[in-house]
């Protein structure tokens, strides 16, 4: 006896969703997508927040030496 997805009830014979699949997954199609799009909005909010906010730093603070340092010659 072949074991694997040939013997699901909720799969084809070509992969695809049955009906009884479909009909198990419909009570959760709402909550998943809203769950989706609630995990996409935060993402966008902190990646958006995350360059606001490193777009606004100057870099003052920061010292630039005016030339580089040499090191002194081996012999």
């Known amino acids: 006896m072949p074991v694997g997805i040939f013997n699901s009830t909720y799969y084809g014979k070509d992969y695809r969703a049955g009906a009884a ?3 198990a997954r419909r009570p959760y199609l709402f909550k998943n997508a809203a769950t989706g799009l609630a995990l996409c909005a935060f993402t966008i909010g902190v ?3 995350t360059i606001r906010a490193v777009g606004q730093d100057e870099f003052s603070d920061v010292k630039v030496p005016d030339a580089p ?6 012999q």
Do not use: D, G, I, V
């Open 21 to 23: 699949l479909l009909r």
């Open 47 to 49: 990646y958006a927040y």
């Open 69 to 74: 340092a040499t090191s002194p010659k081996q």
